[in-house]
């Protein structure tokens, strides 16, 4: 056992695969950095990305298998999916989730339809990783999550974990996996850690996790929102009123049943998305279970998510946009006294 | 001849920037200020030198490398130091921050953070411009990096076909984030990638400023005598990172002593008794953009915090606020 960062378990993940695969490769801007000094010492491998996440692989491998790129998203995201019709699993970088819309007919028109469409003769085994999230003081164009934007898309799996545990997990099953599949990254997430088994399994896309098990209220948390789940419950122990926090993990597939379990038991439930509200996650969540559990529910289904608004640069609105802990535990309480 | 007020005007300016600037990197490093911060020195005479040829109501627009146009357009100090701090009377009432930096007033269509965003949007503006048969002129500038990306390619073929008289105006600082420029060209001359779109298009020195206000005030006659797009290379130095707190590990120090040869700062100084200014004239003007760069900076740090609610304003022109929580 040893004690990891999201970002190095992710690390950690990126290089195994390069060992057990020679097909997988890794392309992006500036996931090495320093290209065109390589004649002084240095600065080979001088970013890793902007978040360091990629750091070493390129010194690892070379530049055969780890590609900087231009600032040409729709040019290298079209290249993966031909490269992994064709055989290789490339992993690409999107820098920030923010810019999908450059490179978004690659994932909604040819990868997410060259399967089904053309009579399911192929397949397009590519990884997406990009950086999600606000609480960065990044401004509108730099901290969307823009979940259900990839998982509205038919032929496109959605994979977005809390910890490094998960991340680690999932990330080896996302590149083994045989379809696209968009691999969301927090990065208010990157430098928080637990433990993670070097020997780690991949974990099935498609399966979520009971991350605490309670009895009065399910708390469904999407992602950096697991957080905020994990602090109400505790100050809610505190007063007797026990939760469930359901991680789902992955949107698509999502792990119904365990959803339903889940709803099955408490009968209240609350589901927290740092999204904007319409078409989201949560409301896709809540809709399933208003639909498949109505009959277990004593209340209608609670969504926290952000405001419909893009993300504010300035401190005190952006505190407001992203849900709060104190917004579950209020919504928590309301829900214990039906 | 260029005029004396125009002098004064380039010099307040080059110096407003680069004292500015300079804040910027010390708050950055004190953490003052949240968020990501993109400092442009070693831009200075790019941004001067062409908005020198522009009128206030000349349509720019520019990146997250944004202060200095928005200094030089005529954005006012205290507002941009405000935005940057987050605050309530921020030039962008707080939403934006430093990288979104624009005053639709002064004549800044927008500074986008998506590499290539912006050079379509003053194609738009340029429409506007010609379909309305007015006159003001269209510029975008973007970096070395951009034009990689599609939406540049798009934006210079449909002004081409259309001849629309618009300025494209690329800064090349010798890196797009950690990727040196030599390396990401596929042609000699980052402009000759305007062959496929026989567009007119100079290379120059993004040094001097009056080389840049030259040029630029050619092109832009040019361009609206001969109804056609004109690109502008101009070649720098991007001194700073990539942003602030960035290590810098890929450009080596020989490069940057050398570059420091031709600072546009240093080159503005070296040039003053050309242009008329004698030593108290400049000590003069320093001073004086030293002073108001300090005042911008003491104005923003006593400024009010936007409420948390004022969150929900103006994400549309005409819509019920009360369901976008
Ligand atoms: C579409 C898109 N891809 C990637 C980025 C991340 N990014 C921000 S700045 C930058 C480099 C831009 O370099 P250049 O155009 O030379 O401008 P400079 O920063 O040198 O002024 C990159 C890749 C982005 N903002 N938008
Ligand atoms: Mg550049």
New binding site residues.
């Given amino acids: 056992m040893t004690i990891k960062t999201v970002k190095d378990a992710i690390n950690d993940a990126l290089v195994q695969s390069f060992e057990e695969d020679k097909n997988v490769i890794l392309m992006g801007?500036?996931i090495a950095g320093g290209k065109g000094r390589e004649q002084y010492q240095g600065t080979q491998d001088a970013w890793g990305g902007?978040f360091g996440v990629t750091q070493g692989l390129y010194t690892k491998f070379g530049g055969e298998r780890v590609r900087d790129t231009t600032?040409a998203?729709a040019g290298f995201f079209g290249a993966a999916i031909g490269a992994a019709m064709t055989g290789l699993r490339p992993i690409v970088e999107?820098?920030?989730v923010?810019?999908a819309?450059?490179?978004f007919d690659q994932m909604m028109n040819q990868a997410a339809k060259v399967r089904y469409m053309f009579g399911g003769k192929q397949k397009v085994p590519m990884v997406v990783r990009t950086v999600v999230g606000a609480g960065f003081r990044a401004g509108s164009?730099?901290s969307q999550t823009l979940y259900s934007l990839y998982t509205h898309i038919p032929g496109l799996k959605v994979v977005a974990p809390y910890d490094a545990y998960d991340a680690k997990g999932l990330l080896l099953s996302s590149i083994k996996d045989d379809d696209p599949v968009i691999f969301m990254e927090h990065k208010r997430l990157y430098m928080t850690s637990c433990e993670v088994p070097d020997d780690l399994k991949p974990i099935p896309l498609g399966k979520g996790r009971i991350r605490r098990e309670g009895s009065d209220v399910t708390i469904i948390a999407i992602q950096r929102m697991n957080l905020f789940a994990e602090e109400a419950a505790d100050e809610l122990e505190k007063i007797n009123i026990s939760c469930e926090i359901v991680d789902p993990r992955t949107y698509s597939p999502l792990d119904e049943e365990l959803i339903f379990q889940s709803v099955k038991k408490t009968g209240k439930v609350i589901v927290v998305d740092e999204s904007n509200p319409k078409c989201s996650l949560a409301s896709e969540i809540s809709s399933l279970i208003s639909e498949k559990c109505f009959s277990d529910l004593k209340a209608a289904v609670i969504k926290i998510t952000a405001p419909h608004t893009p993300v504010p640069f300035s401190p005190p609105m952006e505190d407001f946009y992203i849900p709060s802990t104190k917004k579950i535990i209020d919504a928590v309480k309301k829900l214990k006294d039906v | 001849m260029i005029e004396k007020e125009k002098i004064n005007w380039i010099y307040k300016k080059i110096f407003t920037i680069r004292f500015f600037e300079e804040r910027i990197k010390k708050i950055a490093k004190e953490k003052t200020v949240p968020g990501y911060l993109?400092t442009?020195i070693g831009?200075e005479a790019i941004c001067v030198g062409v908005m020198a040829a522009l009128n206030q109501d000349d349509w720019i627009s520019s990146?997250?490398?944004n202060h200095g146009h928005a200094i030089a357009k005529g954005c006012e100090l205290n507002e941009i130091t405000s935005e940057i701090y987050g605050r309530k009377t921020g030039i962008c009432k707080g939403r934006g921050g430093s990288m979104h930096i624009s005053d639709f007033s002064k004549g800044m269509l927008g500074s986008f953070?998506?590499?290539?965003?912006g050079p379509a949007v003053v194609l738009g503006a340029a429409l506007q411009e010609k379909i309305n048969k007015s006159n003001k002129t269209c510029v975008s500038f973007?970096?070395?990096?951009?034009?990689h990306?599609g939406?540049f390619h798009e934006a210079a073929g449909l002004a081409k076909l259309w001849d629309i008289p618009m300025i494209f105006v690329c800064?090349?600082?010798?890196?797009?984030?950690a990727?040196a420029?030599d390396w990401h060209l596929n042609t000699k001359e980052l402009s000759d990638i305007t062959k496929a779109y026989d567009m007119l298009s100079y290379i120059g020195d993004g040094n001097n400023v009056f080389k840049v206000y030259d040029i630029s005030k050619k092109a832009i006659n040019e361009a609206k005598q001969k109804n056609t797009p004109i690109f502008l290379e101009f070649k720098n130095y991007?001194f700073s990172g990539?942003y602030e707190g960035d290590t810098q590990l890929y450009q080596p120090q020989e490069e940057i002593d050398k570059a420091k040869q031709n600072d546009p700062i240093k080159l503005a100084k070296e040039n003053s008794s050309k242009y008329g200014l004698n030593k108290n004239d400049l000590e003069k003007i320093i001073n004086e953009a030293k002073e108001e760069v300090d005042k911008a900076f003491d104005f923003a740090d006593t400024q009010p915090w936007p409420q948390p609610e004022d969150a929900l304003e103006e994400v549309y022109v005409n819509y019920p606020v009360e369901i976008n929580r």
């Fill in positions: 801007e500036d902007p600032i998203e999107l820098m920030y923010d810019f819309g450059v490179c164009e730099h | 993109h442009c831009s990146t997250y490398r953070g998506i590499v290539a965003a973007f970096g070395d990096g951009a034009i990306n939406a800064e090349n600082n010798g890196y797009a984030e990727t420029t991007r990539q």
